[in-house]
């Protein structure tokens, strides 16, 4: 049982060039969720998703973009990366329980990104 | 808009203590608490969740409590080891199917 998984674990990006941040969990959840972690700041919302098809903006999405066209997997698109988005990315995945309440979730370990 | 706060942001006890961490939260309207652990330079890994209508939730030497009208969760440590030394993260899941974390604290447990 894989969990989350996210790929790749370090990036180098020069200011300007895009990349895509890889997730995909193997337990069937519906909602996942992109976060950044900054230095003393706690994690913060990029994206979210409900459900393939459905995604939504977090407490923090520009320069950034999601898509989810399958259950699995929950790409995570920088455009035009700037030092701002120097940071660590966590993906996350939860399931609903039997009474439609959300439950655990679930986090892989990361992805650390530098922009010089 | 949710807050969530941690105190003490770091923590230094001796092995073998009783610790409590503590976690609140402004607003009052969530689904569930799911208290973290996080090493340097690792994910995050679950602790344990309470649900909103629960009170508290045990996990071996771990128990964590919720009050959810202060808004207050505590999440208590007994006889601690070096191996608990990590930061602890707290985070409250909102009915609009977001998670809220506070920053974190800081847990050194000194051999």
């Known amino acids: 049982n894989a969990g989350v998984t996210q790929t790749p674990k370090f990036r180098i990006l020069k200011i300007g060039q895009s990349m895509t941040l890889q997730c995909t969990q193997d337990?069937?959840?519906?909602?996942m969720y992109w976060y950044r972690q900054d230095p003393g700041m706690g994690l913060k919302l990029i994206y979210y998703?409900?459900?393939?098809?459905?995604?939504d903006k977090g407490e923090v999405p520009n320069g950034y973009n999601v898509s989810r066209s399958t259950t699995e997997d929950f790409p995570l698109r920088l455009e035009l990366a700037a030092p701002s988005q120097t940071s660590v990315y966590f993906c996350a995945s939860s399931s609903r329980d039997r009474g439609f309440t959300p439950a655990e979730a679930f986090f892989g370990q990361g992805t650390r990104l530098t922009v010089v | 808009k949710q807050e969530v706060t941690q105190i003490p942001a770091a923590l230094s006890v001796p092995e073998g203590e009783n610790l409590v961490l503590n976690c609140s939260f402004t607003d009052s309207a969530i689904y569930n608490l799911q208290w973290f652990r996080q090493d340097p330079g690792k994910g995050l890994t679950s602790l344990l969740l309470i649900q909103s209508s629960q009170r508290e939730q045990t996990s071996g030497r771990l128990n964590a409590s919720l009050d959810k009208s202060s808004g207050r969760s505590t999440l208590y440590i007994a006889a601690s080891q070096p191996g608990d030394s990590a930061t602890y993260l707290c985070a409250v899941r909102d009915t609009g199917n977001q998670f809220y974390f506070g920053t974190g604290t800081s847990l050194t447990v000194i051999p």
């Open positions: 998703s409900v459900g393939a098809g459905i995604t």
């Open positions: 337990m069937n959840h519906n909602y």
